[in-house]
């Protein structure tokens, strides 16, 4: 309020026009101000926080992408055009993250492979789909059609600890019900 009246005062100075009326005006943009630029709720922050979130599930997507890959014994690369396309711009920004957290490295013909960090990252990551999906089949007698999508979803906030909770609760189940198998909680064990 207090600035509100004071941008408000030399405002109307400045312009030659109602005091009454700058204040408001000053007071409506504060409130502009903070609504696209507070640090938790503004419009850039939340801009910026689904930005990172969704680069952060397009890296994931694309490693267990690279990984189921390697499970069918096909080609252990994809192009990172094909990434681009499949997955939207997002990859653009993804790939080169993936690169230099040492997942993912680039082979001849602009093809994308795992490296041994990417596997273990994408190994947990079908874990945890692979889990759930037998979770949902168990617990909720859900039609084997109707696992993919949830399992999708979540497999991305799904930690360890909930990975071996979840695990426990099936009596560690080793295959989920589209008959796959469920990767083992650390690359030694598999």
Known sequence: AAMSSVLGY????????S???????????????????????????KAATNLALG????????????????????????????CVRALGAVAMIALPRLWRQ???????????????????????????HRLWEAFLAERFNLPPDHLHDPAERIEHYIGPELQEQIAAELDHTVKDPHGRSIPPADETAG
């Open 10 to 17: 030399f405002g109307a100075v400045y312009f030659d026009t």
């Open 19 to 45: 005091v009454a009326g700058m204040m408001a005006v000053a007071a409506g943009g504060q409130v502009a101000v903070t609504l696209c630029f507070a640090p938790r709720h503004g419009l850039v922050s």
């Open 55 to 82: 680069v952060r599930i397009v890296s994931e997507d694309i490693v267990a992408f690279l990984f189921r890959g390697e499970e069918l014994a096909r080609d252990r690369s994809i192009s990172w055009r094909f």
């Open 102 to 128: 040492g997942q993912i490295e680039f082979a001849s013909g602009g093809h994308v492979q795992l490296t041994d960090a990417g596997r273990q990252a994408a190994r947990s990551l079908v874990r945890s």
